[in-house]
């Protein structure tokens, strides 16, 4: 299935597009050009934000895109890395309200969290889920 070209923007007239036909873009590049891909683009190398009221009007004069469906986008954007960021932390932190005696507990921990646990207390970290909690359950017992 191919795609039919989208407008791209006139590098040398801000606002405007190019015709058509003048477009030498291939198939797997015509998303690059989306205003949603650029905006993207600009919030992961932290070019602009929904705060910068000033970043986002040139990006939207440049783009000839909508300020306020730019801003709610953006708003979108934080809110997706804020939610990553609190998923990335959890992952990587072990809970401090752990019982390490109790069986139920310690199978709550992800994979993950067991090996953090494993790696403290300097045992091994291979093998599934189930050897983990054991490991950990029988180091526990021991101390």
């Known amino acids: 299935?191919?795609?039919?070209?989208?407008?791209?923007?006139?590098?040398?007239?801000?606002?405007?597009?190019?015709?058509?036909?003048?477009?030498?873009?291939?198939?797997?590049?015509?998303?690059?050009?989306?205003?949603?891909?650029?905006?993207?683009?600009?919030?992961?190398?932290?070019?602009?934000?929904?705060?910068?009221?000033?970043?986002?009007?040139?990006?939207?004069?440049k783009r000839n895109i909508d300020e306020s469906s730019c801003r709610r986008y953006l708003q979108y954007l934080e809110f997706l890395a804020l939610k990553e960021n609190k998923r990335n932390l959890e992952r990587n932190t072990i809970p401090e309200d752990i019982c390490w005696e109790s069986r139920d507990d310690v199978e709550r921990l992800t994979n993950k969290q067991l090996r953090l646990y494993l790696r403290q207390e300097s045992l091994m970290v291979s093998g599934n889920k189930a050897q983990l909690v054991e490991r950990i359950l029988k180091h526990v017992d021991g101390l």
């Open 1 to 61: 299935m191919k795609r039919s070209p989208l407008p791209a923007l006139d590098p040398s007239s801000p606002g405007k597009y190019l015709p058509v036909d003048e477009l030498r873009l291939a198939p797997s590049e015509i998303d690059s050009i989306l205003p949603s891909v650029q905006v993207k683009k600009m919030f992961v190398e932290k070019k602009v934000t929904s705060s910068d009221n000033q970043a986002i009007r040139q990006a939207c004069l």
